[in-house]
């Protein structure tokens, strides 16, 4: 079914952390938390399946730092679908779930705070969801962004990289986004003020 369709009847519930774990699981600091989908799938899949088990009906891949500015080309589509694949061997164990793309921030700062241009950022993002579409991701999870400007690059990334096909397989283009926001924040101050302004620009995107 549908995730839209279901939420016609339904409530979706999210799945947890997933860096707080592998921490748990002994994941070194400094060390890259994507890259555990390649040499400990079983402990991703086991992670997914935990939340599966405790009630939630979405899990986000193990993909929030996975980008281009990262990894090599070769290495980051190994990651992601590696992600999709984990995320997808814990739905069929459970007996079915949906499997977000998770997209995180870049970790650069956007000009002109920082040093990356708008233009770049929505390549960045675009290269990672054109991977997770290509290896059937069933939405698009943009999250922890404490910069509406790169949420606006991020979402603008997943709405131009996708066909028409690519959108049907996205369960009719169905984008989740959450925002980090705090009043002591530079970032937070510098573009709280634009955020109802570009919420407008798409009011069938809700709960931002």
């Excluded at 592998?22 to 799938?41: C, D, F, H, K, V």
């Excluded at 459970?94 to 708008?118: E, H, M, Q, S, W």
């Excluded at 929505?122 to 059937?136: D, I, S, W, Y």
Aim: net charge negative; with cysteine.
């Amino acid at each position: 079914m549908k995730i839209l369709d279901y939420l016609k009847e339904n409530f979706i519930y999210l799945d947890g952390g997933m860096g707080t774990l592998l921490q748990a699981r002994r994941l070194e600091s400094g060390e890259m938390p994507e890259t555990w989908n390649i040499e400990y799938p079983e402990v991703i899949i086991d992670i997914h399946r935990s939340y599966f088990d405790a009630g939630c009906n979405v899990v986000l891949a193990n993909t929030f730092g996975a980008n281009c500015l990262k990894y090599e080309e070769g290495e980051l589509r190994d990651i992601v679908f590696a992600a999709i694949r984990n995320a997808r061997e814990a739905t069929a164990v459970c007996g079915g779930g949906y499997v977000a793309l998770d997209i995180g921030p870049t970790g650069k700062l956007l000009k002109p705070l920082g040093d990356l241009d708008f233009e770049d950022a929505v390549e960045v993002f675009a290269k990672t969801v054109r991977l997770g579409v290509e290896a059937g991701v069933d939405l698009v999870f943009i999250e922890t962004m404490n910069d509406s400007y790169e949420t606006k690059a991020a979402l603008l990334a997943a709405k131009g990289v996708m066909t028409k096909e690519d959108y049907c397989r996205l369960e009719n283009k169905v984008y989740h986004i959450s925002e980090t926001i705090s009043p002591d924040d530079v970032i937070s101050r510098k573009y709280c003020e634009k955020y109802e302004k570009w919420r407008k620009l798409y009011p069938a995107l809700k709960g931002i």
